[in-house]
């Protein structure tokens, strides 16, 4: 069963821009935070932007100034929009939820490639 589902993923050409969406309708409850995570081919998974239930934000240092995470006004809705775009974004952007007392929920990916 898939909890959380992303989209708006594809190919660009370096300096372009995407917006990738994240939706998790089948919860019942809302998560504290809700973040963005990528994954290279050969490389660990690492956090690129997460968002608090207090809109605060935080950032990996390669992306501050070239992508705003935010919130939708639906529950467990989340995007990241992505401005600048370079090769070395290229990854697997992955959402996660994370409750207090739920845990941590994933999304499957949304593949983000970067080339001319």
């Known amino acids: 069963q898939v909890l959380l589902v992303e989209s708006g993923g594809g190919l660009v050409q370096p300096g372009g821009s995407l917006r990738l969406s994240c939706g998790a309708p089948?919860?019942?409850?809302?998560?504290?935070?809700m973040a963005w995570y990528r994954q290279a081919p050969g490389k660990d998974r690492e956090l690129v932007a997460d968002?608090?239930?207090?809109?605060?934000?935080n950032y990996a240092d390669s992306v501050k100034g070239r992508f705003t995470i935010s919130r939708g006004n639906a529950k467990n809705t989340v995007y990241l929009q992505m401005n600048s775009l370079k090769p070395e974004d290229t990854a697997v952007y992955h959402c996660?939820?994370?409750?207090?007392?739920?845990?941590?929920?994933w999304g499957q990916g949304t593949q983000v490639t970067v080339s001319s």
């Open positions: 089948t919860i019942g409850f809302t998560f504290s935070t």
């Open positions: 968002i608090s239930s207090g809109d605060s934000t």
């Open positions: 996660n939820g994370r409750h207090t007392f739920f845990g941590n929920y």
